[in-house]
């Protein structure tokens, strides 16, 4: 396979087992560069677990995860990271109390000089803020004030500053977990646009969502999961969401 055609992301024969509970069971999924790839399924279909494997926060049974076709070993959410893959979860884990260039480089700051021990450097505050703003300004994020607490924004300036920030240290790919849940028509509206801008940019993204809307418009493929097994793929539209809605509550044979 070259290069060209090579997945950024690969799942293969993945298998996780809670006690007696078969979560994931030889589930195999691929993510391309520059595609949006949606996970659907209902409640209890593997979907979350799939991607905490993918993540780092879980580890599989079985099976393997490769990154642009070579096996990597993800046994914790830094190494998902290192291996270029950011995840935003439902809660979107900001901190209220911090800017979003301090939620940006929060457990990763600029530091100086490199010499030092880390405990011993100073924080180029300057820099961070810097360097936040201009990525803010290139996703086409519009905050009412850079310097103001998250706490103190909306429910969608909240979630693109998530989404941003995974999208700043994800080299390869980007998981969002049901990132317009809870918005209103015109955050979401927001939302699905930074997921536009970052498909543009490159990145493989992995969308959960229930929003069978979002998935016609946004999605490039959909990957259904049901009791844990991948039951189908296809590619969404206005005259397959019926088979899509079917594939998950398992009215298909």
Not at 140 to 153: G, N, S
Request: net charge positive; hydrophobic share 45%; charged share 25%.
């Amino acid at each position: 396979m070259s290069a060209a055609t090579t997945p950024v992301l690969t799942v293969r024969h993945a298998r996780k087992r809670f006690g007696a509970v078969d979560a994931l069971k030889d589930v195999g999924l691929t993510a391309n560069a520059g595609e949006v790839l949606a996970l659907l399924g209902d409640n209890g279909a593997g979907k979350s677990t799939l991607i905490k494997c993918v993540s780092g926060v879980h580890e599989l049974d079985e099976g393997e995860i490769l990154i642009d076709g070579e096996p990597v070993a993800i046994h914790s959410p830094a190494a998902a990271r290192r291996a270029g893959i950011e995840t935003v979860y439902q809660d979107l884990a900001l901190f209220d109390n911090l800017t979003p260039a301090q939620n940006f480089y929060c457990g990763r700051e600029i530091a100086f000089p490199s010499w030092l021990p880390s405990g011993l450097r100073f924080l180029a505050s300057r820099a961070m803020d810097q360097n936040a703003a201009e990525i803010i300004d290139r996703l086409k994020v519009r905050l009412p004030r850079f310097d103001a607490p998250v706490a103190l924004m909306s429910g969608g300036q909240r979630q693109a500053i998530a989404v941003a920030r995974a999208a700043v240290f994800a080299r390869k790919v980007v998981i969002l977990d049901e990132p317009t849940a809870a918005l209103g028509l015109r955050e979401s509206r927001k939302v699905l646009d930074l997921i536009r801008q970052l498909r543009a940019e490159g990145k493989a993204i992995i969308l959960i969502t229930h929003n069978m809307e979002h998935v016609v418009e946004l999605a490039d493929r959909a990957v259904v999961l049901r009791q844990g097994r991948k039951v189908g793929e296809l590619k969404p539209s206005r005259a397959n969401r019926q088979k899509l809605v079917s594939m998950i509550v398992g009215a298909e044979a």
